[in-house]
């Protein structure tokens, strides 16, 4: 759980909103950073071969604006650019403080 911008984000939340988006696997992270006096949170997500990456971008952006409330940037990046782990991983890195 991190709270950003007022507002109290956990894991399984954009985990289960992955799962809405065509094309997205369920490997995902998000960087949360402070850029000037602003948090900006930037969610890296990875898309099957042949996916609409623009559009999934796209999706998941009006998901999470929709159903949590905060503005994303969202990256779709290629299967297997992520770091897998076998135990639990981390998933939220927070780079504000």
Known sequence: MVKVRGTIIYPGQID???REVKGASSEYQVMIDHLNGKDIVTVFFEIECGADIKAAEGELTDLIKSRIGITVV???VSVGELPRSEKKSTR???NRY
């Open 16 to 18: 289960s909103l992955l």
């Open 74 to 76: 969202p990256k779709g």
């Open 92 to 94: 939220i890195y927070d």
